[in-house]
């Protein structure tokens, strides 16, 4: 079991050597359907495992198109991780849809909705003492 600092620095390595990948060495068209950025990579204890989430920025077909081709690019991955970071094994590598920034996004929105709306409505008059 790998402590908590290595498996913090292995995980950061492996999310700027995939980032690279992205850029110029991932060769599958699919891949560049939409624009994709790694956000965060999940690391088992035993380093032998890789959860890496990505960001896609397009349309719902090129997301799937481009998740298609990051699945099908996964050992290309595995292979280039093992022969770039001297671990003893390369680790698994599994890419998730990180859909918070969309999440983050649509808040934003809802917060402004309800503040514009506020903004409009009147504000209730107190009626006063003299009123009664």
Do not use: C, W
């Not at 890496?52 to 280039?80: C, D, H, P, Q, W």
């Not at 514009?116 to 009664?132: A, I, M, S, W, Y």
């Amino acid at each position: 079991m790998a402590n908590s600092r290595r498996v913090a620095r292995v995980s950061a390595l492996i999310k700027r050597e995939v980032s690279q990948m992205l850029l110029s060495e991932i060769k599958d068209d699919r891949v560049g359907a939409g624009m994709v950025s790694v956000t965060d990579v999940d690391v088992s204890g035993d380093l032998q495992h890789a959860k890496i989430f990505v960001s896609i920025y397009g349309t719902e077909e090129a997301k799937l198109e481009t998740m298609e081709g990051l699945a099908s690019s996964a050992n290309f991955v595995r292979r280039e991780l093992g022969s770039r970071m001297r671990l003893r094994r390369a680790p698994t590598v599994i890419f998730l849809e990180d859909r918070s920034l969309e999440r983050g996004v649509s808040m934003l929105s809802l917060l402004n909705k309800i503040e514009r709306e506020r903004q409009e409505k009147p504000e209730p008059v107190e009626l006063g003492e003299d009123f009664n």
